[in-house]
């Protein structure tokens, strides 16, 4: 079989792709592999299960805490808890593993299996790829009191949300908040972190009966968000995704404040603070040039990555540093989470605008985003992006044209034959025009 882990776990169409039968033998997998490095050798191993609403997660669930407890696992079943809880979850349980069971922002019918390692960490690849040698072998089947034994915490979701609370020291009275809680897992705590906070909270899409997760709202689909922050007057919204690792803006005059200047307004806070570890914060290659102008005019230094959060991740472990994140919302703050957090994202940046008296607009406008445009080129080559000399020739004209103002990069799509084109300009007019000539030239020197 090919790989089946992703950037960001095991996904795929739940019931099809991703079955009864692949979850219990993942669950199996991961419990011969993460509990053999639990922290006490003649214990048996623990691991917390969560899941997201979707439909889907009630089966799977099932079936990754029945492969878990098979396997001599005993196992903390949370319910309905965010990406982000499980992972605290996992570090304060002190259990060997964690798993969540999500398909973050992709729609109801889909559905993924993400595996914690202790300290509710990410997994890096070799783990992943032990996990997946792991299935194809035999093993020895506990039985009699070797099996593992399963019980349901009541207490997981206050014992997050108390987390998130402890974790912003500015109270959030007198402030008029809109979360749009994407039908998702963020639905309960989301409103009551803020409430516990003192702010009025009006939530919406926080009503998920499984099958709407996702569904036109939530922060792929800003929209709604945007109408009810002008209609109730609101200081701010506050857009998750499904299991809420995920968090955009919006400003009280119902524009869009992206990742990147979530990212930017915190930065400057923590380095207000004397808490910006080196003045130095991770991003990816895909964060806008705004961004990285903005930051380096303020006197911060920006490390970028790979796109995906877990590279953002190794960078902050690997040189310590305390802040990073994603355009698309996840923001870490290592200083309390192992992973991108959406509501203690929004919870922090509110609590900026009362510490600070600025409106969310005026904080964001540190930077000024740079027109981006991004072209998909399918049916070529993919492999030959980095090494052709026409296109390689194309890159470093366009280059040279845009100068300081804008840049260039193309990125092979990984599940794709195709090459994503990302020009920055000063203009829209002139990014599309570059992006396209570029486009152009990549889909006839890659072409199948």
């Given at each position: 079989m090919g790989r089946?882990?992703?950037?960001?776990?095991?996904?795929?169409?739940?019931?099809?792709?991703?079955t009864a039968e692949l979850a219990v033998d993942l669950a199996v997998a991961a419990a011969h592999v993460l509990g053999e490095?639990?922290?006490?050798?003649?214990?048996?191993p623990t691991a917390v299960v969560a899941r997201d609403p979707r439909a889907?997660?009630?089966?799977?669930?099932?079936?990754?805490?029945?492969?878990?407890a098979s396997a001599g696992v005993d196992v903390h079943r949370l319910g309905v808890v965010p990406t982000p809880g499980t992972a605290y979850l996992t570090s304060a349980l002190s259990a060997d593993m964690g798993v969540m069971i999500s398909a973050s922002h992709n729609p109801m019918p889909d559905n993924g299996i993400k595996f914690l390692a202790r300290g509710g960490l990410k997994l890096d690849d070799a783990i992943?790829?032990?996990i997946e040698h792991a299935l194809e072998q035999p093993w020895q089947r506990p039985t009699g009191a070797s099996v593992g034994r399963i019980g349901d915490s009541h207490t997981a979701l206050r014992t997050y949300e108390r987390h998130l609370v402890a974790a912003i020291e500015q109270r959030l009275d007198g402030m008029r908040i809109v979360l749009d809680c994407a039908n998702g897992a963020a639905s309960e705590v989301g409103p009551r972190?803020?409430?516990?906070?003192?702010?009025?909270?009006?939530?919406?899409?926080?009503?998920?009966?499984?099958?709407?997760?996702?569904?036109?709202?939530?922060?792929?689909?800003?929209?709604?968000?945007?109408?009810?922050?002008?209609?109730?007057?609101?200081?701010?919204?506050?857009?998750?995704?499904?299991?809420?690792?995920?968090?955009?803006?919006?400003?009280?005059?119902?524009?869009?404040?992206?990742?990147?200047?979530?990212?930017?307004?915190?930065?400057?806070?923590?380095?207000?603070?004397?808490?910006?570890?080196?003045?130095?914060?991770?991003?990816?290659?895909?964060?806008?040039?705004?961004?990285?102008?903005?930051?380096?005019?303020?006197?911060?230094?920006?490390?970028?990555?790979?796109?995906?959060?877990?590279?953002?991740?190794?960078?902050?472990?690997?040189?310590?540093?305390n802040l990073g994140g994603e355009q698309s919302g996840h923001?870490?703050?290592?200083?309390?989470?192992?992973?991108?957090?959406?509501?203690?994202?929004?919870?922090?940046?509110?609590?900026?605008?009362?510490?600070?008296?600025?409106?969310?607009?005026?904080?964001?406008?540190?930077?000024?985003?740079?027109?981006?445009?991004?072209?998909?080129?399918?049916?070529?080559?993919?492999?030959?992006?980095?090494?052709d000399p026409v296109v390689a020739a194309a890159v470093a004209e366009a280059t040279d044209e845009l100068g300081?103002?804008?840049?260039?990069?193309?990125?092979?799509?990984?599940?794709?034959?195709?090459?994503?084109?990302?020009?920055?300009?000063?203009?829209s007019e002139h990014a599309e025009s570059v992006a396209h000539r570029l486009a152009a030239v990549v889909g006839t020197a890659l072409a199948l």
């Open positions: 089946i882990f992703g950037t960001d776990g095991v996904r795929g169409v739940a019931n099809d792709d991703l490095t639990g922290a006490f050798a003649d214990q048996r889907s997660g009630e089966f799977l669930e099932a079936a990754v805490v029945a492969g878990l992943e790829d032990e972190a803020f409430r516990a906070l003192g702010a009025e909270v009006v939530a919406i899409h926080a009503e998920p009966d499984g099958l709407n997760i996702n569904d036109a709202c939530g922060s792929t689909h800003p929209e709604d968000l945007q109408r009810a922050v002008l209609e109730h007057g609101a200081d701010a919204g506050f857009a998750f995704d499904g299991d809420a690792d995920r968090c955009l803006a919006v400003s009280a005059d119902g524009v869009m404040v992206d990742g990147d200047q979530i990212l930017a307004i915190l930065a400057l806070a923590l380095k207000e603070e004397g808490r910006l570890v080196e003045d130095t914060v991770v991003a990816t290659v895909m964060s806008n040039l705004g961004f990285v102008q903005a930051m380096e005019a303020q006197g911060l230094t920006v490390v970028q990555t790979a796109v995906g959060d877990r590279y953002v991740l190794e960078a902050m472990r690997d040189r310590g540093f923001v870490i703050m290592s200083d309390h989470a192992t992973t991108g957090d959406g509501v203690l994202t929004a919870l922090a940046v509110a609590s900026r605008m009362v510490r600070t008296g600025r409106s969310l607009a005026d904080l964001g406008a540190v930077m000024r985003r740079l027109p981006q445009v991004l072209v998909n080129v399918p049916g070529v080559d993919k492999s030959r992006a980095g090494t300081a103002t804008g840049r260039v990069l193309l990125r092979p799509s990984g599940t794709e034959p195709l090459v994503r084109v990302m020009v920055e300009a000063g203009t």
